[in-house]
């Protein structure tokens, strides 16, 4: 998992950075599933936090639309109900996903904020590039990623997920992504 010195000189970009989406500064954790991003998203959120500075981490996973997360709907949802509010210096409000009831179901109020951690595989598009003044990319090795999700999911959802590895590559080659990043995080 990623060391202090990757934290630490992810708050140092994003502190030295100014805010794009009107107040708030805009923090994208993005690379494949199973690499660690979710673990890097709380260290930011801890470390942005005990600098005094108001934080909410918002996870891709309450976003995608089932297994087919990734479509053409996500990024329209997420410009309208996130970015696009915060812009204009308002609360967003987001529909979450329920991958129990397989439903979008309650939503979700998000006030003005210092710094927003946007963490998962998506969140680097470019389509947010005007809001974002940072990019992570995390990674790890494909074997490694595979055991984390086992282990996360649980073995009867691998046929899902290697289905997810090749929509996520597919939105990773066309979002230019890993090039993009401001920073590279190796996990494993």
């Not at 805009?26 to 959120?45: C, E, Q, Y």
């Not at 967003?92 to 710094?115: E, I, K, M, N, S």
């Not at 992570?136 to 996360?152: C, K, L, N, P």
């Amino acid at each position: 998992m990623p060391s202090p010195g990757p934290v630490d000189q992810i708050v140092e970009l994003t502190v030295d950075r100014p805010a794009r989406c009107g107040l708030t500064k805009v923090v994208s954790i993005d690379g494949p599933a199973g690499s660690g991003k979710t673990t890097l998203s709380a260290l930011l959120a801890g470390a942005v936090g005990a600098r005094g500075l108001s934080v909410a981490e918002l996870h891709m996973d309450d976003f995608y639309d089932d297994w087919d997360g990734l479509g053409p709907d996500l990024e329209p949802r997420l410009l309208t109900q996130v970015f696009e509010p915060l812009a204009d210096e308002q609360s967003g409000r987001w529909q979450r996903y329920d991958w129990h009831a397989t439903a979008f179901d309650g939503w979700v109020d998000l006030p003005v904020v210092d710094v927003l951690v946007l963490e998962g595989c998506g969140s680097g598009a470019q389509a947010y590039d005007r809001y974002r003044g940072a990019l992570v990319w995390v990674e790890a090795d494909r074997e490694t990623r595979v055991a984390r999700g086992i282990e996360r999911d649980g073995e009867q959802v691998l046929p899902q997920w290697l289905a997810w590895m090749e929509r996520e590559e597919a939105h990773f080659r066309l979002n230019a992504t890993r090039e993009r990043a401001d920073v590279v995080v190796a996990t494993g």
